[in-house]
């Protein structure tokens, strides 16, 4: 006999999407450490080869002249942005779940789960967007010279006092191109794959701790999949001098194929890959472990 299904509770959909977004970064930020080093390495000069010769020489040398504490440099600022933005991820998928069931135990349909994973890739939006753009604004500062913005918060106010709240949300059109088909191919391959690896007449409570790790990483590489091109456009969007797209996305893309290829709607795949199974893995655990416990502790919440 299988148990009653737990009622989805956005709350608790809350807390564990955070604790999955802590192990997310504590998976991937050594990628990403090397990711970085890599892309920013000196230019050797004649005679001597480079720093790193790639991804695993990298690793070996990072670790050899730094230890493990080499590759987690710089993870504070990601803990801080990525666990309030996964825990509203994951309580936007619970709650578009909620909203979509006739009854607690509906069991939702892929275009359903697909329709709430879209639903969490708008709320993270509200938070990513203009957090993206004062990121690029002021990396942009960074490398022009010109000190316009004292810090994140300055770059707000003045953004606001110039043109308003749209001023601080510019490219959250690409932003939400990028984010609510992602979220959607996130939220539903990693139920599907779930299905996939529950044996008949077993709950999906009762998955192993490796075919959460797979239905995870696997989620994750179907997310970026159709997050990368948007996200290249994104980057260039944001970071051009003003007025250079007169009309936004569809200049950049434009100029992106006629100058490089549909190829480059692909830039860094395999760095965002490589790092996406990994991360995604242990997001998913966690939240799964965090849900367990949750239910554990408050049955009824």
Known sequence: MSKQPQPISPLKNFFAGGFGGVCLVFAGHPLDTIKVRLQTQPKPKPGESLLYAGTIDCFKKTLAKEGIKGLYKGMAAPII??????????????????????????????????????????????????????????????????????????????????????????????????????????????????????????????????SVLFAGGMAGICNWAVAIPPDVLKSRFQTAPEGKYPNGFRDVLRELIREEGVASLYKGFNAVMLRAFPANAACFLGFELAMKFLNWLAPNL
Request: net charge positive; with cysteine.
């Open 81 to 210: 942005g990525v666990t309030p933005m996964f825990a509203v991820c994951f309580f936007g998928f619970g709650l578009g779940k909620k909203l979509q069931q006739r009854t607690p135990d509906d069991i939702l349909t892929y275009p359903q789960l697909f329709a709430a994973g879209m639903l969490s890739g708008v709320f993270t939006t509200a938070i990513m967007a203009p957090g993206e753009r004062i990121k690029c604004l002021l990396q942009i500062q960074a490398s022009t010279g010109e000190v316009k913005y004292a810090g994140p918060m300055d770059c707000v106010k003045q953004l606001y006092r110039e043109s308003g709240i749209r001023g601080v949300y510019k490219g959250t059109a690409l932003t939400l191109m990028r984010d609510v088909p992602a979220s959607g191919m996130y939220f539903m391959s990693y139920e599907w794959l779930k299905n996939l690896l529950t044996p008949a007449g077993k709950s999906h409570n009762e998955l192993s701790i490796p």
